[in-house]
């Protein structure tokens, strides 16, 4: 809807992440308060594209949330920022960055499921940032949906400190009771809904059947409000309760100060609940101005100095501070360019004012600010401190970079990404396609920080990389429907390596006599095993003048030549001591060519009693699921020749540490969403290398072998 933009002070702003696990319903509950605020003129479906915050076309096409998303609404002269985050764990970085610019988590539970994998994990997120945790159960209107079996799932989860402060209003017996409104455990009043989905409630009296029920819960939630204050706890023992206006103060700073987790209840599909939720936040939630002064880095002026050792400082969230902004997002758009999200934690940013990129030494020019309501751009002239804004075509700032006033350095630091989990060769179908790939990549890299693109230097491929399978797949989607480049996905080939296991000595003798000068090259060479790790060493033993010193760096070129082509299955030899000690030449015909061949032919002489064998990449695995799920993936990494290297458990579930080696792993994101109905995560990164077993060794170099020659069927 069209409506001029006015600024807000930073105690009018309420920045809100939506975080919880996929499909439970954050994208469709932020269309609701959309609608319920009039910000739109219907209630946006994600399944037809008309969510506000699902705009991305990959994002559409799959149902699913996959990029953080902007929305904002403006309820009784106070902007709600939201920020829309991915639940699936493939997409779990960018609910993780989502969080430093916001002041409150709202986690999201499906009232059918209860308590999953990515709730959990969400929830550590909130508590490593330290942020505020107000719980929305969420698709109350599901048939199967059970309010009280989630709440005490989130008790049992989470601890004693949740409580709702809003009950459920259910109609009709039976199965399938219908979710007509909230009670108001604060105020003690109803909100019924009418089933046009206007998400406005009408004020009522609570039903009859739930007032008992109701003046047990508002009990519940003044006592533990209560706690945490000693003058709250002498009013309550001496009046037997807290008046209204006290408790609403006092729930505000409990929530602020994570002394209590308050439970609401909501139907975003139906728009049941939105405008309470929209009161909520505007009473209870806290303001920027309300944070904690915020941690940043400070100028290093000495040359060589690393910027960890600066001197840590804080900045508050003040209008009368320096500028400085924090950009937390980046997107690339086909007509706009690049547009650059942000955060001002501190001073008021001004349209078309210049500030300093502290990040890159840079200057900057915020021509164009505005506020985003999904991809729709809105100009405004100011954003005060604690607001989020957007800006395009900066020319060298990207996700991470802080910004402001020249002369007043800070450094706020980025949120740090987990490495990505599973890589991809990829190879453009045409020529055209090539010419395109690494731009087009690049820009995507800009807008998602998980992903990786770099050629293998020991296998030459181009490997694109990233978090899991349907991440990587997203990619290849958005270069074929953004940039019109079209690639093919092939698993990466595994960069085995080969070593010895025994020592062994050889002649090289290369002689070629053709009429004129000939080719005469005779070297003696050892190899010695090395331990895992060690490298390649080159030893010089010759004395006595048997080979001129100008040949013996020809015969260490031809070792090396002859060891990047391997023996077993044609990956790089590693790990061993080439020592050279004997040989003779000739004066006219010996040359560098004829040693370098001397040396590749004393290499493979060798290899026939040095006991070559394999080296496979081994991963460092982490797991984690619910406990349930323990034995089935105990018995399937048992199955990929893993071992296991401890176990753990959380909260209702069980992390389990392994090692695998990558050939095994390649393909295992679609394997553990398929083993734990999708309530599994995982997390790996290179551990070291081992020799292959023997029970596997035929297997493996079969494999190994025919990752370089494709084509041969012996």
Known sequence: MNRSLKTYQGQDIRNVAFVGHAHCGKTTLISA???AAKMTERLGR??????????????????????NALAFAEWHNVKINFVDTPGFPMFVHEARAALLPVEAALLIVNAACGVEAMTRRVW????????????????MDHPRADHQRTLNALREGFGRQVVPVQLPILEGNGQNPVFRGVVDLVTMQAFVYEPDGSGCGRLSEIPVRLREEATEAHQALVELVAEGKDELMEEYFREGTIPEEHLIVALHEAIREDRIFP??????LRNVGSDHLLDFL??????????VPVAARGAVESVGVPDSEAEMVLRKVDDREPLSLYVFKTMSDPFAGRISFFKVFSGVAKCDAPVTNYTHHSAERLAHLTVMQGRTASPIGELHAGDVGAVAKLRETFTGDTLGDAGHEIYFDPVTMPEPAVTYAIEPKTRADEEKLAPAVHKLMEEDLMVRFYRDAATHEFLLAGSGQPHIESIVHRLRRRYHTEVTLKAPKVPYRETIRAGASAQGRHKKQSGGHGQYGDCWVRLEPLPLGGGFEFVNEIFGGAIPRSFIPAVEKGIQEAAARGWLAGFPMVDFRAVLFDGSYHDVDSNELSFRLAGRLAFRNCMEQSRPVLLEPLMRVEIEAPETYTGVLMGDLT????RVQGMGAGRGTTIIRAEVPMAEMLTYGATLTSLTQGMGSFHMEMARYDVVPPASAEKVIASAHKQVHPDDES
Do not use: H, K, W
């Open 33 to 35: 308060l959309l609608q």
């Open 46 to 67: 994600v399944d037809d594209g008309s969510a506000v915050t699902a705009y991305d076309e990959e994002d559409v096409a799959r149902r699913t949330t996959m990029q």
């Open 124 to 139: 550590r997120f909130g508590e490593e940032f330290n942020l505020p945790r107000v719980i929305v159960v969420n698709q």
């Open 263 to 268: 439970v609401l209840f909501s139907s975003g």
């Open 282 to 291: 505007q009473v209870y939630a806290p303001s920027p101005v309300e944070r």
């Open 639 to 642: 199955g990929r020749r893993g």
